[in-house]
């Protein structure tokens, strides 16, 4: 099979969320020529997309001190305040300007034509825009629907990164061994051709989202299966802060509803947790009542469970609030109702799922990686900002500043040289022998990676649970590497094989970690 399609570009941006876009657009609108690859067919289909509550902005009675020391609290004391300070200064003005006057974005908006700030967990102020319960979408659209009026930007879907492609590593010539250790690209797999095309860059920036697909329950897309963090790490890029996963309190219990998102801004507008029983509890948990930071509420949630022998607890709006719950949550009612759950009548049964990786691929404040060249921004990014536990709604904010960043510092840096002779870069080689894929062992595997993640690495762990989760995952990885060797190459092996590796490293920082903070509680 040949493999010698190549593509160039100054920049190559891996993932299409709201960072991966935003940066494409900012460096295009600075004379930058962009290639945008996603692994799905949809150029849509992203963590983005089906997020619900909103981004930060910044209400009425606000200021960034205030959002400030509402991230610090969030995130348990370890948030980066560079990283804060950044977000709460830059952000808004970022929202404003690009998101709504360049890109188009509808937020929603009151009686008086006003933008409406919406509330969540730890938040001090109102200060949340939203486009109904469906923001994410919002942004999603407008951000590709904005890409055609680029000549320089090409957006390719369906092809899935295989590996960054770095030199030493990838290169032929000996004396390679001497230059710094940098980015040049990425090896793709077109899923439709089953070849691997090389695509050379100046820049690379992983904007490759979550890892939720690698536990049993999540709020993420089959898409988040832990890609970036996995590349970013085969390339030799620093990790951090990988023990802080993030387990959203409220997703709909229903064997069918594959973790469901019920947003916090129920919470905000009221809607309170209560046992099966109908008793409320959080107050007895915390001064901040429902409203406390995530990670305290999922604890709250689960010791509840299982003090009562439950497998769910409510999450109850119908009794607490005036607003038109159909007209704000228009989604979220209606997939609520799919269920025969009226949530203007009844409440909800929710239970915490995994949502998000606070820690990532380690970042500066212009989302430079620890490799030269390679850059970060988005969920698979570590810039600090969410320390141990992030605070609601600030991951679409994070995501646009450090993908406007990014292209910025490119794009003041760029000096056009090519720091490889592409020559020395060989086409992808396949195996001599191939393997075809037996779909039941990918499955099981998923299976093992999930539950394992699930039961030994979850909301509440310990030191035996985290060694032995270790071992698991760390058999299991050995196999896989060995079978990816030899296997048909395509989408699904792919993720497999980056989706166990994630593991391992969210595993082993777990068990390296023995202080609770956070997202991360060890007993
Ligand atoms: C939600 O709507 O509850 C999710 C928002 C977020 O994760 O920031």
């Known amino acids: 099979m040949k493999n010698d399609e190549k593509h160039y570009c100054d920049i190559l941006v891996i993932g299409s969320g709201i960072a991966g ?33 909103g981004i930060v902005a910044r209400g009425r009675d606000d200021s960034p001190e205030l959002l400030i020391d509402d991230i610090m609290q969030a995130g348990d004391g370890i948030s980066n305040p560079d990283a804060a300070k950044i977000v709460a200064f830059e952000g808004p003005g970022m929202v404003e300007d690009f998101l709504i006057k360049k890109v188009g974005v509808s937020f929603s908006r009151n009686v008086d034509n006003e933008f409406e700030f919406a509330r969540e967990g730890s938040h001090s102020r109102r200060r949340i825009l939203h486009s109904m319960d469906m923001t994410g979408k919002a942004i999603e659209e407008a951000l ?52 691997v095309e090389r695509i050379f860059s100046s820049y690379t920036i992983l904007a490759t989202g979550g890892l939720g697909r690698i536990y049993l329950h999540t709020t993420n897309p089959t898409v988040a299966t832990g890609d970036g ?3 970013a790490d085969r390339a030799g890029a620093r990790l951090i802060n990988m023990e802080y996963i993030q387990f959203h309190p409220t997703t709909l219990f229903h064997k ?52 009562r022998g439950d497998n769910y607890v409510y999450l109850d709006i119908a009794s607490y609030t005036e607003i038109n719950v159909k007209k704000r949550f228009p989604m979220i009612y209606q997939r609520c109702l799919a269920h025969d759950i009226d949530i203007q009548k009844v409440p909800i049964p929710v239970v915490p799922a995994a949502h998000y990786s606070c820690g990532g691929v380690q970042v500066d404040l212009w989302g430079k990686t620890s490799l030269k060249c390679l850059y970060a921004a988005g969920e698979v990014a570590a810039t600090g900002l969410h320390g141990a536990n992030r605070l609601a709604s600030t991951s679409l904010l994070e995501g646009l500043v450090w993908g406007i960043r990014s292209a910025k510092d490119i794009a003041g840096t760029f000096d056009g040289n090519k720091p490889y002779k592409e020559s020395e870069i060989p086409p992808w080689q396949f195996p001599e022998r191939i393997e075809e894929v037996d779909p039941a062992l990918i ?37 896989v590497d060995d079978f990816y060797r ?38």
């Open 21 to 53: 876009l935003s940066c494409a657009i900012s460096a295009a609108d600075l004379g930058l020529d962009v290639i945008i690859v996603t692994k799905d067919s949809s150029i849509e289909e992203s963590n983005t997309f089906y997020a619900q509550g």
């Open 144 to 195: 590709v629907a904005k890409l055609p009026e680029y000549k320089n930007i090409r957006a390719y879907s369906g092809y899935t990164a295989v590996d960054l492609l770095t030199i030493p590593h990838h290169s032929k010539s000996p004396l390679a061994l001497y230059k710094e250790p940098q980015c040049i690209g990425a090896y793709v797999l077109n899923n439709r051709t089953e070849r």
């Open 229 to 231: 963090f996995a590349m």
């Open 256 to 307: 069918d509803a594959d973790g469901f998102l019920i947003s916090e801004a129920l919470r905000g507008e009221g809607a309170k947790l209560k046992t099966k029983d109908g008793i409320p509890f959080m107050d007895k948990y915390s001064p901040l009542g429902d409203l406390a930071p995530r990670d305290e509420v999922s604890r709250a949630m689960y010791e509840e469970m299982i003090k």
């Open 443 to 479: 499955q099981q595997d998923w299976v093992s990676i999930k539950s394992t993640m699930w039961n030994y690495v979850g909301i509440i762990r310990t030191v035996r649970r985290l060694q032995r989760a270790r071992a698991d995952i760390g058999y299991l990885k050995n196999r």
């Open 486 to 523: 030899r296997a048909h190459l395509s989408p699904m092996v792919i993720s497999l094989r980056n989706g166990v590796r994630t593991a391992r490293i969210v595993a082993e920082a777990s068990l390296k970690n023995r202080v609770s903070r956070g997202a991360h509680f060890i007993r």
